[in-house]
């Protein structure tokens, strides 16, 4: 971690036409999260004390998605894309009378480690720049270092056959000294086929005036950046073959890990179970020993340890499952608390809830929360019995030990105890239903 104060600037502007899309190419997601999120995620971990995205192309957009992910991150936009200096001169404003180390990010480069941001974070020279080793190195710009540091950096179409023989590329992600920053941002010039202010030619403005510039390497994976939607889709690959090895590494069973789905945020205790076909969307934590069964689908939710859920359960953002409690199939829970050893066995919504320990919710059962303005809460006490098929019209109480009677329509509080009947009495006539049968047959042979 950087001893001296550390602000981040990511570059989130572009508009991706490569990506075929008007949605700009940040907010396209991968592991759950639009691609920002996870540029945002990786700041985050270097405890920066100031964060700025640069927006251009659907800036309110990504305006709206940034102070979602990073509240207290700042949005500067760029009007005109006229390339990574300009946009990081953008930001500069906002730097004024900061003290400290800047390091230059992008909203479409997702899987940047930690490791390597604090090495970039507390390199100690004025101008340090990501490199890698790749495999192919194609038309990525050259690192040629010497004794004294990085020398210069050289983009493809302008190097020779020597220059192009080194393997070491740029990855565009850099850190420098924010005086340094600020005095040559303003010295970059657009003399170059694009018309546009690149911000590798800082190094050499950095050499020009006796400054040190160094590289910190990374592995090639790492600085993967994502242009289309078939990089996208092997992003998304590569994030979950990795996300599926340390699960197992860190002592979690998956019954068929291929099929298994995970966000950027999962996090799943030791010893827990998870079945196959099961999609974690994001904001997800599974305590130890809890198990999650076949074709569930689970997003911003909390499973305390030796919970079962499943198969084919759905648990929304705000539900809590207490210890031992069991959720079974073709169960929905959104926004609502279940106690310990509560038992939900299936066909049942429960939203905008509170289910006291081991209460019984029978199938069928439906927390009527909406009225198509407002929500309301539903309460049910420890140890209640919610019969098959009730609607619980909320805002409604239910008392600990209190029962309803199958088929009820709850609409006032029930009393500690009680047993609650909300149904219509049952008539039957006898013989009726022959006869309705033989007319509706008859007239069907008529039609």
Known sequence: MAEKPLAVIILAAGQGSRMQSELPKVLHRLAGVPLIGHALAAARSLEPDDVI????????????ATAKLEPDARIVLQQEQLGTGHAVRQAMPLLEGFDGKVIVLYGDTPFIGEDTLAALASHGADLVVLGFEAEDPGRYGRLVITDAGLERIVEYKDADEATRMIALCNSGVMALDAGLLRNLIGKLTNDNAAGEYYLTDLVALARAEGRRADV????????????????????????QARAR???????VTLTDPATVWFSLDTAIGRDAVIGQNVVFGPGVTIESGAEVLPFCHLEGCHISSGATVGPFARL?????????????????????????????????????SHIGEHANIGAGTITCNYDGVM???????????????????????????AVTGSGSVITEDIEEGALALGRARQVTKPGLG??????????????
Not at 223 to 230: C, F, H, K, S, V
């Open 316 to 352: 929304r953002p705000g539900a809590e499952l207490g210890s031992e409690v069991h959720v079974g199939n073709f169960v929905e829970i959104k926004n609502a608390v279940l106690d310990e050893g509560v038992k939900v066995g299936h066909l049942t919504y429960l939203g905008d």
């Open 245 to 251: 090895v340390s699960a197992l590494e860190n002592g």
């Open 375 to 401: 929500k309301h809460r539903t309460e049910i006490g420890a140890n209640a019995f919610i019969g098959s098929d009730t609607m619980l019209v909320a805002p409604v109480r239910v008392g600990e030990r």
């Open 53 to 64: 995205v640069v927006a251009g192309h659907g800036a309110a957009k990504v305006e709206k």
């Open 216 to 239: 910190v390497t990374c592995d090639e994976e790492e600085t993967l950046g994502i242009n289309t939607r078939a990089e996208l889709a092997a992003a998304e690959a590569g994030f």
């Open 434 to 447: 022959i006869r309705l049968m033989q007319a509706l047959r008859a007239q069907k042979e008529k039609s």
